[in-house]
């Protein structure tokens, strides 16, 4: 049997230490290196969080350093009224690279795909790549 469809689960090895993948997320100057656009965001809860022009958006709600980050978080293809998903993403070591678990709650029917594809996409292949690159 599995999940609801509104459950995005991911996992994902970089090949970085986790403490590293972490801070990258939360400093706007490191995330937007790896997105490649500008970001707003901040490694305290209440930080405002935006990327690629504003098409995603949401808010730091918890942050555990350095293992844990969850998120208010929608795109811009969500409808006025869906509610905020829920983003939560944990860094786990795995020797000398990372493992980062997505858990992303409460994505729209209409934007399930969209939201899948775009963390291999969007996040996953250009993390990799910029990691590969330094």
């Keep these: 049997m599995s999940g609801p469809r509104s459950v995005i689960t991911q996992t994902?090895?970089?090949?970085a230490a986790a403490q590293t993948l972490f801070k990258?997320?939360?400093?706007p100057i490191a995330h937007e290196a790896i997105t490649g656009g500008p970001v707003v965001i901040g490694p305290d809860q209440g930080c405002e969080f935006r990327a690629f022009d504003g098409v995603i958006?949401?808010?730091v709600l918890v942050v555990v350093t350095p293992t844990l980050i969850v998120q208010s978080w929608r795109s811009a293809?969500?409808?006025?009224?869906?509610?905020?998903?829920?983003?939560?993403?944990?860094?786990?070591?795995r020797g000398e690279e990372a493992q980062i678990d997505l858990v992303h709650?409460?994505?729209?029917?209409?934007d399930y795909d969209g939201v899948t594809?775009?963390?291999?996409?969007y996040y996953?292949?250009?993390?990799?790549r910029y990691l590969q690159s330094r």
């Design 12 to 15: 994902v090895i970089l090949p």
């Design 24 to 27: 990258m997320y939360l400093n």
């Design 57 to 59: 958006t949401g808010t």
């Design 77 to 93: 293809e969500f409808k006025p009224n869906d509610r905020d998903s829920t983003l939560i993403l944990s860094f786990t070591p």
């Design 105 to 110: 709650l409460d994505v729209p029917d209409h």
């Design 117 to 121: 594809e775009g963390w291999e996409k």
């Design 124 to 128: 996953w292949v250009p993390w990799r």
